[in-house]
């Protein structure tokens, strides 16, 4: 589709700050001629415009309240989540039970059942506690609703959230997010960043399958599909204006003068989220991804720099998954899929110890969900991941959050 294709070409240029607008005012400009003229891809969906069921309310207690840092509120990487908590539609401290993130995200922005349920839950396994809801996890950093709560738990350690979550739900080369090798932090919005910038930039680059693959390529297809205001006129894609993008990304001011101000995330007045019944649901976001890596190979490639910068390789998929899987063939059928979810369940029992006493639990939901996912494409298991595959590489060996990539 015309309008991702520029969207992501325009990404892969490493940009600053104030080269922000000027790039979304040319992706506004070719998305409001492209989108709505592009059928979706099954062709079989007409699309209704219902402006009110899909009015998304801002006022009175969804009312714009920003963070209060001192008083220990948390915001991270996903401008998404933080929005919704900034609206109170989630916890307006940023901690948030899995299945508060399910039902916002779907009925906020009308996320898909299946991926919301997917990445939820993911999030409560890999960065807070599936054990118990209470208190959730942090959509930031650590925080201290979890101390005692999960006490007696079998709770490992401390839950470092999702800006803690380097390498298992963070990745390098986000979007618009630093590297947390580079930047110091992996949350803060820094300027368009992409892959090509995180090879000449960061010694310590890594693109992990999970992280890189499903998380980071998200949030490249997210903002177009679920940020876009939806209209009469532009019922399936909407339209994704400057306006819109700097509030949903925190970015205020005038194009020569922009003011990016941490965890301000917005919902805009008078937006209206995807159609009841459209919503973004897993086939798609696959679709989006294979037709990204069809145009940028780097986007499903699995590597990293090995120790300088500039010195990527990518990992020998053939060798990583003991033949089961191979990197040309991955945008054939189900494959690019079944390898993430399968190197993900190979790879999810060793990183499980190092967050519950007892990992048997986690595991068993994390299987549950990739199956209630994926269970349909008859994915080939691979039996053990070579992870000496990953010996090369310094920045998989570094996670915040204890040993092993996702
Ligand atoms: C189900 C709940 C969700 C969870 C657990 C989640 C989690 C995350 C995480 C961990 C990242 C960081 C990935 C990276 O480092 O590259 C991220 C990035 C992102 N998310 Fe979400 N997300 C969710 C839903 C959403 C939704 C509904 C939207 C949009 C409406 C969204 C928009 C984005 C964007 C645009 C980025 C990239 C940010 C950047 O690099 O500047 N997310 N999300
Ligand atoms: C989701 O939240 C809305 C509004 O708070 C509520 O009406 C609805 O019942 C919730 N749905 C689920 C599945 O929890
Ligand atoms: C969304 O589109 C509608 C219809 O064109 C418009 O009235 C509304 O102001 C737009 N909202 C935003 C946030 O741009
Ligand atoms: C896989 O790679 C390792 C080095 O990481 C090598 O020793 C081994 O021979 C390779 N195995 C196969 C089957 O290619």
Redesign the pocket.
Known sequence: MKSFLLYTALAAFPLTVSGFPRVAQEAALQLSRSVGAVPRSNGKRAVMFDPAAQLVDVTGAHAFTPPDFDAGDQRG?????NALANHNYLPHDGVAAWID??NQ?VSV?G?GED??AF??V??AIFDGSIVSLDPGYSIGGPTSLDENILEGLGILGTPQG?SG?HNK???DA????YDLYTGGN?YK?ISLNMFLKSVNENPQFFYAPF?GVI??T??FS??PR??SNKSAEYPDNGILDKEVLKSFFSISGPDDDLTYTYGHEQIPANFYRRAIGNEYIFAEFLEDTAMFASYFPEMISIGGNTGTVDSYAAIDLGNLTGGVYEATTLLEGNNLACFVFESLLAAAPDVLKGGYSDPSGPMSTLLDNVNTLIGNYACPTIESLNEGQFADYPGAQTTSTGGGIL
């Open positions: 990487p996903c401008p998404g989540l993130i399910f995200t922005y996320l991926i919301a990445l939820a993911y999030g999702l979550s739900y963070e990745s986000s979007s618009c997010r992996d919005l992280a998380a980071s998200g949030g997210f903002p679920m940020m």
